[in-house]
């Protein structure tokens, strides 16, 4: 019963949270329904492309969600199931939802603009170049750690060539899986937006198509080199960051929420249905003390929830491509802070499914969070090595995969948009606006093919640093954003106060975080991998404080005008 008690709390004070707190952000910052949109007045067909709220939550939520939200609260339940659980409900609330609905409202009054473009209107041109270095960092290494997770979530050891296996292991469902949805996306893109077929006939014909896939993936499957998926994702990625959005973006991030929202279904129908049959028990303690495997409690809690209760990397898609499709401000509350809340909920989801297996867990049974996580759902269906287990746990792991891809290819488009702004001058609206070399380096392909290229290296090298620095720099980030909406809202005269606490416990908790990581690789320089852990945690540092002190000086002239 601890379980379901956990996950109705959980529901019941996020809810609230929606509707007290969210509608409270939304009235002092002036959201304005009958304001026209970036989606509507820049429309452009590529980036800039209004979609109706339903789509674009699909999106959305699918971007952010990503792998995040499972892998941080299973890493982090080795300090017990409370504080999990109360950083989930409070960062979701209260940190992440104000950083997610504040970046996306911000990036709306911008012109769809990314939080770069924020910070050069309230705190100048060389804190905007700075944030954009630091945000293009975060992005090689977001690139980096989902190469390598949606690497190994597709390659089976047994493959050394191309071709279409009968008897497929769960690896090789996922992969066939995850093309067949690629394809499909594309189709539902041109028949909603070309063709005019409705959204409602559109979506029930393809949830039937990704429910016909599933079977179909379960008997055949597709095998691969690690070495051949790397070169053909990152393929995917480069493309898929440059075709229009509603070819690919925008459809595929769409049906694969609903993966995820049936995912979310089955584990609450599993925690109540488990309660009651005895398959299976929730086994974490409820605090296990101030230092565990993963560190002390400070920083590291704060670090490794990550995406379950606030998130750098989602200040990037709420600028980045969700600002662009949203056809109305009153949108902004569902999409950017609903989102978050919904992905906080998943976190708890998370947090109790491991606690089915949660011995196990700890033995090392499980080769990452996200098997843990699928082989905790399944098990509160029925015993392991069943028939059910293994169809419920190849589909949990299915969803866990394609939404990996899903944060993969929007974080690419991100990556083109913030390289570009970098080469930039004032005025200068897009590539074709600059001259000479900075031209060159500005073009949308030359980004693109730079970042994938670096980001793609280093996934392949399968560097276990990399998740290290992810969960710290991404933290930071989410520091940094919160500190640039404060710093506009401020300069446009709006009331920023709710964003100071938020702000510097997360600066404070992930400044920490790297420093410790510095401090401990120079005594142990033992390998390449430790020498680029070390450097870029130094770098990250090192950014890091000096925008700060652009955002200590920008708060204190605001401060000053107001006397």
Partial sequence: MTAILIIVVAIVVLVIGYFTYGSWLAKEWGVDPSRKTPAITKADGVDYVAAKPVVLMGHHFSSIAGAGPINGPIQASVFGWLPVFLWCIIGGIFFGGLQDYGSLFASIRHDGKSVGEIIHDSMGRRAQKLFTVFALLVLILVIASFVNVVAGTFFSVADEGFGIVTNPTGNQTTAMISVLFIVLAIVYGILTNRMGVGTVPATIGGI??????????????????????????????????????????????YLSSFLLYGMMILALIGIFASAFTGT????????????????????????????????????LISTGTSSKQLANEADAKPIGYGSMLIESALGIVSLIAVGMVFDKYL???????????ASGIATMFSA????????????????????????????????????????????????????????????????????????????????SQIWGLFGAANQLLAGLALMAVAAWLGEVGKNNKMFYIPMI??????????????????????????????????AMVVLAIFLIVEGVQTFSKQKAAKR
């Fill in 384 to 463: 392991e090595g069943t028939a059910t287990y293994n169809t419920v746990r190849a589909l949990l792991t299915l969803a866990v995969s394609v939404f990996a891809l899903t944060s993969l290819d929007t974080g690419t488009r991100l990556s083109r948009f913030m390289f570009s702004e970098l080469f930039l001058k004032e005025g200068e609206a897009t590539w074709q606006d600059a001259t000479g070399i900075r031209r060159f380096l500005a073009h949308p392909l030359v980004g693109t093919l730079l970042m994938v290229v670096i980001g793609g290296v280093l996934g392949g090298l399968s560097l």
């Fill in 505 to 538: 416990f997360m600066l404070a908790a992930t400044i920490c975080s790297l420093c410790l990581t510095v401090k401990t690789k120079l005594g142990a320089l033992n390998a390449w991998g430790d020498w680029f852990q070390l450097i870029f945690a130094a």
């Fill in 208 to 253: 039937v198509c990704i429910c016909l896939m599933i079977v179909l993936g379960l008997n055949v499957g597709l095998g691969l080199s690690r070495t051949a998926w790397i070169v053909l994702i990152c393929a995917y990625i480069t493309i898929a960051s440059l075709v229009p959005v509603w070819i690919l973006l925008q459809p595929r991030d």
């Fill in 363 to 373: 033995d090392g049974g499980f080769g990452s969070p996200s098997v843990a996580f």
């Fill in 280 to 315: 299976a028990t929730f086994k974490i303690p409820v605090f296990t003390g101030w230092s565990t495997s993963i560190g002390t409690l400070f920083p590291a809690l704060f670090i490794t929830v990550a995406c379950g209760a606030c998130s750098g990397f989602h200040s």
